[in-house]
């Protein structure tokens, strides 16, 4: 039971934060999905600094979403790049 309540929730996040499965993914630009993304967590933090009716919680809340967003899409453009280069792409690290 629990493992299939922790496997939706997973499945939720997937959907909400993978620009790959999400609606997103009908924009062929990732740069553009990324910028939306950004945009939204912005948003997002803005609306739960409303909520919580702090401005200074806006600012952390900010910072720690637009570092995941980042650290997220470095990490998957390194993906990208290492399924697109397949062996070369380690190669061409150690050369550079």
Do not use: C
């Not at 637009?66 to 998957?76: E, K, S």
Request: hydrophobic share 50%; net charge positive; proline share 4%.
């Amino acid at each position: 039971m629990m493992k299939l309540f922790a496997l939706r929730i997973y499945d939720y996040y997937k959907y909400i934060f993978d620009s790959e499965r999400n609606p997103l993914r009908h924009i062929p630009d990732p740069v553009s999905r990324f910028y939306i993304m950004t945009i939204l967590a912005g948003l997002w933090s803005f609306s739960f600094a409303i909520y919580l009716g702090s401005i200074i919680y806006f600012g952390i809340s900010l910072a720690a979403h637009t570092i995941l967003l980042l650290m997220f899409f470095f990490t998957m453009s390194v993906f990208y790049d290492a399924e697109k280069n397949r062996p070369s792409w380690l190669l061409k690290l150690r050369r550079g």
